[in-house]
């Protein structure tokens, strides 16, 4: 026992008073009355003081938790067990789901009640539990006796549970019957995104059986699918093509009722297209594409003139765009840095990447070498061809006095030398200077060997040496022959005269002819004859007799690489996981008239093929966190000019673009997610440094802004207070310079409520976990019982008590003031 | 006034009965007659042999009736225990925060006495006390005794948990039309946002009680670990970061790991809020602690503990003689480490072998064995097939496989099936493995392996955010506190799993948590103040007022007799 007020004990010691005041006590009648009173005041005193005992609890708190709701086939009737435990609990609460109507008997049982949607407008049992354990007073054994279908609109039955199980209240389950729906719809769930314009899924599941399933919308009957059936539910998965972008309602009627549900429909995807060749590319990509894309050019792109100064335009014109194409584009026409700046965001960004085009794409527009080159799903392949260039040679021969005896012979050798080694297709011509000069042989077809070796043997030495003029009509000799290369050969002793041969020798190095000098005999150096090499930009040699006579050269046959652009018709095939084709992969597709020559990457994807080489047409792989494809040919160009009959062309080109773009839009990735009353949102930058200028932003569409703060690097977390019945649509993007919100993606939160008809059996509580986590059982097998956890015990109050005593003892003082008492006389002889 | 320990006819009856008793006693006086003595020698002696034994008289003296009847009645009223009436015709709901912000300073404290002296003021029989942490728990059901709430409270100590009245109130506080007002006294800090109060109803009335002489509802905010966040490091695949997100303004958090204390890479500080960034840590599963230095690192809030993510290689054992494709496929993958199967989370064997024991595998089956050529082997006959079957196409890169190439290769149908078996497992025809095979020619085949491998260790992302009272990512796993915080296992019975309050948990796959208190105010409180009222007297309520009374009489009462005033 304690007191609460022990102040009050302080007036004990006053009570002594009462036996001197108003006059002291004398006598056992005075001592009896005395102590009656006294011992009636101090139990005032005592009562004053508040005391109170603890007492231990041995009856607990029963909370009967019915289960009226829209799924239960009948009202729950309470069992006369229940009953008369109830009765015998020390107080008695009654939660209640949906309308329930009690008898008068029963509704007495209960101390106190709690209703939850009393319109049958939803089924909160996780609510219910969790008021149920709250109803049972802390350190007061419990129990909690439910009766219910196990079926909830929402499954958030963990918070009751858990403190159910915690408290030691065990809790004893009926389950009470349900109503088992045939052929109705649970639940729509996109499958992946769903964009304007693209082939979309969504699977719908039910319970029971259904032919098919249809889903509509205001604007009609989007699709239509046969649903498999199997073990009490339905199972269908629907293509459509959302018609517009934005928060669409729709409803998916199947044999046994109907679900409905708030489809989000992205906006087109975002397509930055890059173009050089194909005027007016960007546009007919576009058409080609459909409303599924938005096709984005930069003015400059389509000229062909990206420069430089472009750069911003280009910068503007990517943003965060999910997908960059490429189309015919020469490297060299883009800015600087740019190639490099595509490839980082592919492998960092995941920005997607779609190279295609003909003879300005690939190896052809100059992308070997480059940054892109690692990136592409193929290899370069360009097929070479030897070629031995034409050339026209002159010999102009130093017939002078000079170069008598062995010298001319050995010029003569050294020339029959040189046009040994031209061509048949090659030309050559003579020129002696022997003070004069002449044409020996006039510039002809190296094949005339005859004629050619006739006038070298009729050469003789005899005269001056001019050579000036002898290169001078070789030059104008040269003018109008066509060929690759034009080269001059003078073989001399040296002993020239000087003159303005740089002047000469300059003009035709600037229009292709070369001019080298061969010192013939004597001397091994002749600076003269060096520097004539040197301006003709040909080559010095020294011969000093017939034991080392050089190997003149005129020209190098050379290797050259063939156009990888291919044209002409070529068969194609399909390949590739059903990814890449929306269901049945073709097997006729048309013929393509052109195609650049490449070869797949190990890893790499392809989709397209041709027939003939196995070439790939289509490829694509992952390359860092973006996906690269290449498309071989021109997408709206002449090489696809045959693909312009085949219907699903830009079909297959759209689901090639959308599988190649990045699966988000934006520099956040967001995830929203239904807590309780709240509705969380996460946003996960995509990239490093995507939050250093930008933060994620959203708001729902009644304009509700929400409050991000970063909880990690790059990860950024919000809160809303929102009716879970209610679903939310949400817009989420990001802030701009000016902290404005750039939309970039919808979403919708659906409602944690469904109608309870329509919960998945799958979804529903489970009542013999509950039971055995709890420590209770099943009503029907286990007797019922209190949780004996009790951590504190009751008080009692003993002031009542003590004022009752005190009233006692006053009527007993009274009573004893009162009563005639016998006479001394009698009392003597009673003695 | 009401009576608590009697009923309003016990108590009529009662005094009914008192005044029966106490007129009864009344007329029980003696008639005196005249006796003439000749001596006062024999007075004593003829007062007593003149005494007539009359029982009853005519009822005389009624004051002195009256006197006595009021101090009978007094005594009876007080036994009846008497409250004065409060009933105001609103119902009372008086909620008690006691999540960790209460924990600061004397803010609990102060709440309590608050909370006792305005339940004092409220009609016995229509208010409700709920304390509200972790979970609701009444404090005093209506009609209860206030001396159980003190009782009650002395139990009651603040967790580290996040406020939970927002909760409370719908579930507690949703009132319909026809029903009598409520009126909703908050005591505490936790802020309830407009949203939350429209959800209630315009028969609900809530109310902030602010403690006299308090800073509770002030913007005070005391230093506190608001939550651990870890992912993925730049640092490399088998990395991680830790976040800590702290309020009050100290910048003195370290990471302690095991010996080492490591001070945060970046300190950043933005909207009231400190993140903290530690950087690279091996991701290992072992639990960290992140705390502040020195004074104020008690667990409640300025200590939180997690469990590194598991970001190892996959300990994948394999039989000697694996086809060359697959061989090839599992050695390219960085992701797995080979072990010995002791070691190994995954092993990759035949359908047959024994190889690795009960571990989920990869498991090579014959064209001739298997009818479908990828099979996926789960264990709960529970499971949906078709949904198994469904979500395999994505989550293990099925789609991506050209089905018609294979099948034209091996001139079988290629077809996906579902079995139920004892351990995880996922089969493939072995025909399909070989380095000439056509599945491991196509370029989907290193995905969907090391996809298969992800999918058999069941390994759990790694959880970005640990908080109290925030659901896990992984709803269905049953989790065991360690520690002896709680014996009853997390259990979410069909729904989300929410852990409660702040602790270190373990789940079956190693994976996991917890951490911290959340921030005093995350969001704008939509809830109108009040002062608290002045304490009442509590010496001087109606029954002691009665006890006093009835004392007094007493007393008075005595000397009337003892004077012979009183007959």
């Known amino acids: ?831 | 006034m009401n009576l608590t320990s009697l009923s309003g006819a016990g108590f009529w009856l009662g005094a009914l009965a008192l005044a029966g008793a106490l007129f009864a006693l009344q007329r029980l006086r003696v008639r005196h007659r005249e006796v003439t003595v000749v001596t006062t020698l024999f007075w004593r002696d003829a007062l007593e042999e003149t005494r007539a034994r009359t029982l009853m008289e005519r009822f005389r003296h009624p004051l002195a009736y009256l006197l006595a009847l009021l101090v009978a009645l007094l005594g009876w009223l007080s036994f009846g225990a008497p409250i004065a009436d409060r009933d105001d015709g609103s119902d009372h709901l008086f909620v008690l925060d006691v999540s960790a912000p209460m924990a600061v300073g004397e803010r609990f404290e102060e709440a309590t006495r608050a909370l006792i002296d305005e339940v004092r003021r409220t009609d016995r029989a229509h208010r409700h006390v709920v304390a509200c942490g972790s979970r609701l728990e009444t404090l005093l059901a209506p009609g209860e005794d206030e001396l159980l709430l003190e009782e009650r409270l002395a139990a009651v100590e603040p967790e580290a948990c996040a406020p939970g009245v927002e909760r409370a109130l719908l579930v507690l506080a949703r009132r319909a039309g026809e029903d009598p007002l409520l009126v909703v006294h908050l005591l505490g800090d936790a802020p309830v946002r407009t949203e939350v109060l429209a959800l209630l109803g315009d028969r609900t009335r809530v109310e902030r009680i602010l403690p006299a002489g308090s800073d509770a509802g002030s913007q005070r905010v005391a230093p506190a670990i608001v939550d651990v966040a870890c992912g993925p490091s730049a640092s490399g695949l088998d990395r991680v970061d830790v976040w800590a997100r702290t309020v009050g303004g100290r910048t003195d958090l370290v990471l302690v790991d095991g010996a080492d204390r490591r001070t945060p890479t970046t300190v950043a500080t933005a909207d009231g809020r400190t993140l903290f960034t530690f950087e690279d840590l091996a991701g290992d599963g072992r639990a960290v602690t992140v705390e502040f230095e020195g004074p104020g690192a008690e667990p409640l809030r300025g200590r939180a503990e997690v469990v590194l993510p598991d970001r190892r290689a996959l300990r994948v054992a394999t039989v000697a003689d694996l086809p060359t494709g697959l061989e090839m496929a599992l050695r390219s993958n960085a992701g797995v480490e080979f072990v010995e199967p002791s070691r190994a989370e995954v092993v990759v064997r035949y359908v047959g072998d024994d190889f690795g024991g009960g571990l989920p595998a990869l498991e090579l089956s014959t064209a001739d064995g298997d009818d479908e050529a990828f099979v996926l082997v789960h264990e709960s006959d529970a499971a949906d097939p078709r949904s198994l079957l469904f979500e395999a196409l994505g989550d293990l890169g099925l789609e991506w496989i050209d089905g018609d190439e294979l099948a034209t290769a091996t001139g079988r149908a290629i077809e996906l099936g579902e079995r139920v078996g004892p351990v995880r497992a996922f089969r493939l025809w072995a025909e399909l493995c070989g380095s000439g095979g056509a599945f491991a020619r196509d370029a989907a085949f290193p995905l969907v392996v090391a996809r298969a491998l992800e999918w058999l260790s069941g390994r759990a992302d790694p959880h970005w955010i640990v908080r109290a009272g925030d659901p896990l990512p992984d709803a269905r796993a049953a989790f065991e506190p360690n520690g002896a915080e709680s014996t009853a296992a997390l259990d979410p019975v069909g729904g989300q799993l929410v852990p409660p309050r702040a602790g270190l948990y373990r789940s079956g796959d190693g994976a996991v948590l917890i951490a911290a208190g959340p921030a005093a105010r995350p969001f704008d409180d939509a809830v109108t103040s009040r002062d608290a009222a002045a304490p009442p007297s509590s010496a001087f309520d109606l029954a002691n007022l009665l006890l006093l009374l009835l004392a007094g009489l007493f007393v008075v009462e005595w000397n009337l007799v003892r004077r012979g005033r009183m007959p």
């Open chain 1, 1 to 831: 026992m304690r007191f609460l007020e022990p102040n009050f004990l302080w007036l004990l010691p006053l009570v002594v008073a009462l036996w001197f005041w108003p006059r002291a006590v004398t006598g056992r009648a005075d001592l009896r009355a005395f102590l009656l009173r006294a011992a009636a005041l101090v139990l005032v005193v005592l009562a004053l003081a508040r005391p109170v005992v603890d007492t231990s609890v041995e009856r607990g708190d029963a909370v009967v938790v019915l289960d009226a709701s829209d799924s239960a086939t009948a009202a729950p009737v309470l069992p006369e067990g229940v009953r008369d435990f109830v009765r015998g609990a020390r107080r008695a609460a009654l939660v209640t789901i949906g309308a329930v109507q009690l008898g008068p008997k029963d509704a007495e049982l209960f101390d106190a009640r709690l209703s939850f949607a009393r319109d049958g407008s939803s089924s909160p049992l996780g609510a219910a539990l969790e008021a149920a354990g709250g109803l049972v007073p802390s350190g007061v054994p419990g129990a909690v006796l439910l009766f219910t279908d196990a079926r909830a609109t929402r499954s958030d039955f963990a918070a009751g549970a858990q403190a159910l199980a915690e408290r030691g209240i065990p809790t004893f389950v009926s389950r009470t019957s349900a109503t088992e729906p045939n052929g109705l719809p649970l639940s729509i769930e996109p499958l992946g995104t769903l964009r304007v314009g693209h082939t979309g899924r969504v699977r719908v599941r039910g319970l029971g059986a259904t032919d098919s399933v249809r889903l509509e919308s205001g604007d009609g009957v989007l699709a239509e699918a046969f649903a498999t059936s199997a073990d009490g539910r339905f199972d269908a998965v629907l293509e459509f093509e959302p018609p517009t972008a934005g928060f669409v309602a729709v409803r998916v009627v199947a044999a046994g009722g109907v679900a409905e549900a708030t489809l989000a429909v992205q906006d087109p995807l975002r397509v930055a297209y890059l173009g050089g060749r194909i005027q007016g590319g960007g546009e007919a990509l576009g058409q080609l594409l459909g409303a599924g894309f938005d096709v984005r050019t930069s003015p400059r792109a389509d000229d062909g003139s990206l420069d430089e100064d472009a750069a911003g335009t280009v910068e503007r014109l990517l943003g965060d765009a999910p997908l960059v194409v490429l189309d015919d584009m020469p490297a060299e026409a883009l800015p600087e840095g740019l190639l490099e700046e595509l490839a980082e965001r592919v492998e960092q960004r995941g920005t997607g990447l779609v190279m295609s085009g003909g003879s300005a794409a690939f190896g052809p527009g100059g992308y070997a070498d480059t940054a892109l080159e690692a990136v592409l799903p193929v290899d370069f392949v360009q097929r070479e061809e030897k070629r031995d260039p034409s050339t026209t040679l002159v010999v102009i021969i130093d017939t002078s006095g000079s170069m008598g005896g062995e010298r001319v012979q050995l010029a003569k050798e050294v020339a029959r030398l040189a046009i040994q080694r031209l061509l048949p297709h090659d030309k050559v011509g003579l020129v002696e200077f022997y003070g004069a000069k002449r044409w020996a042989a006039p510039i002809q077809p190296a094949s005339n060997h005859i004629e050619i070796e006739r006038a070298i043997n009729r050469l003789d030495a005899g005269g001056g040496t001019v050579i000036l003029p002898a290169i001078e009509e070789a030059y104008y000799g040269l003018q109008n022959i066509e060929t690759r290369y034009k080269h001059v050969l003078v073989l001399t002793d040296g002993g020239v005269e000087r003159g303005a041969f740089e002047p000469l020798l300059r003009r035709m190095a600037d229009k292709g002819m070369t001019v080298s000098t061969v010192l013939v005999g004597g001397n091994l150096h002749s600076e003269f004859l060096v520097d004539i090499a040197n301006w003709g930009k040909g080559r010095f040699y020294s011969v000093p007799n017939r034991f080392n006579i050089p190997e003149v050269l005129l020209k190098q046959p050379t290797s050259a690489q063939l156009p990888s652009y291919r044209t002409g018709n070529y068969a194609v095939d399909a390949r590739g996981g059903s990814v890449w084709w929306g269901g049945e992969r073709p097997t006729d597709l048309p013929d393509i008239a052109g195609y650049v020559e490449s070869e797949a990457r190990p890893g790499a994807d392809v989709t397209l093929q041709v027939a003939d080489t196995g070439q790939p047409l289509a490829a694509s792989w992952m390359w860092g966190a973006g996906r690269v494809g290449a498309f071989m040919t021109e997408p709206v160009g002449s090489g696809t000019e045959p693909w312009s009959d085949w219907p699903e062309y830009g079909r297959f080109m759209g689901r090639f673009l959308a599988r190649c773009a990045s699966p988000d839009d934006g520099p956040y990735r967001f995830e929203a997610r239904r807590q309780g009353h709240e509705v969380v949102v996460l946003a996960t930058a995509r990239f490093e440094g995507a939050n250093a200028n930008v933060r994620p932003a959203a708001r729902t569409s009644q304009d509700r802004a929400f409050d991000f703060v970063e909880v990690g690097r790059g990860i950024f977390e919000a809160r809303l207070a929102s009716d879970p019945e209610r679903e939310l649509w949400l817009g989420v993007g990001h802030t701009d310079a000016g902290a404005r919100m750039v939309e970039d993606r919808r979403l919708v939160v659906p409602s944690a409520s469904v109608p309870e008809v329509a919960v998945d059996p799958a979804d529903q509580l489970d009542l013999d976990r509950l039971a055995a986590a709890t420590g209770g059982g099943s009503l029907a097998t286990t007797g019922l019982r209190f949780g004996s956890r009790t951590t504190t015990g009751a008080v009692r109050s003993l002031a009542p008590l003590l004022a009752l005593l005190a009233v006692l003892l006053y009527l007993v003082d009274v009573l004893l003031r009162r009563l005639p008492r016998r006479a001394a006389s009698q009392r003597a002889s009673a003695r």
